[in-house]
């Protein structure tokens, strides 16, 4: 069981948007940066999100990254095949003195 | 180009100990807290622990204290895992990643497969 909870997956068309929820509480999101990650299978996670909402260098801006409350969600527009993958998010909490992530959320470009 | 490479590895018995190593280069590899993940089949991401950049400050998952050490040598460049005790459930790939808490990871490993089986 994840301490941060997001939807095991996802669907939408080409071009379309989607979001993915992360939700958590006080402790982990609520007074923590939260971070995303994109999987694609049979690679290394890598960074998409930073800080709430802030790309690292090389990120297109279809990807965006929001915070409110002990929720956080990314969202990603014009959906691509290639956008197929894992997402995760991911912080820090104070309580556990630990870094959490969630369950995972798999995108499927339909 | 930041580098990170991962080795050691391999299939061990219960019981059993492995020693991971992280080899970093491409940016000055003591200005940075470092941290380890692992990855069990099939499943999503579980942090392990971390280490600031100078290993005054380390933190475990409960999963693994008591039986996991990370340490760092910043004149070669290398960050370590020793597992000892290791159990079934450690299975998994591990990655280290640069970055540590609530900052973002921003470059990660390639991943080294660890598998506890008798």
């Known amino acids: 069981q994840s301490v941060l909870t997001q939807p095991p997956s996802v669907s939408a068309a080409p071009g379309q948007k989607v979001t993915i929820s992360c939700s958590g509480s006080s402790s982990n999101i609520g007074n923590n940066y939260v971070s995303w990650y994109q999987q694609l299978p049979g690679t290394a996670p890598k960074l998409l999100i930073y800080?709430?909402?802030m790309r690292p260098s090389g990120i297109p801006d279809r990807f965006s990254g929001s915070k409110s409350g002990t929720s956080a969600t990314l969202g990603i527009t014009g959906l691509q095949t290639g956008d197929e993958a894992d997402y995760y998010c991911?912080?820090?909490?104070?309580?556990?003195?630990?870094?959490?992530f969630g369950g995972g959320t798999k995108l499927t470009v339909l | 180009q930041v580098q990170l490479v991962e080795s050691g590895g391999g299939f061990v018995k219960p019981g059993g100990s492995l020693r991971l190593s992280c080899a970093a280069s491409?940016?000055?590899?003591?200005?940075?807290?470092m941290t380890w993940i692992r990855q069990a089949p099939g499943k999503g991401l579980e942090w392990v622990s971390y280490?600031?950049?100078?290993?005054?400050?380390?933190y475990y998952a409960d999963s693994v204290k008591g039986r996991f050490t990370i340490s760092r040598d910043n004149a070669k460049n290398s960050l370590y895992l020793q597992m000892n005790s290791l159990r079934a459930e450690d299975t998994a790939v591990y990655y280290c990643?640069?970055?540590?808490?609530?900052?973002?990871?921003?470059?990660w490993g390639q991943g080294t497969l660890v598998t506890v089986s008798s």
């Open positions: 991911g912080t820090w909490d104070s309580s556990l003195s630990a870094e959490v």
């Open positions: 280490i600031s950049s100078v290993g005054s400050t380390i």
């Open positions: 990643a640069r970055g540590a808490g609530a900052k973002g990871k921003d470059y």
């Open positions: 491409g940016f000055t590899f003591s200005d940075y807290y």
């Open positions: 800080d709430n909402n």
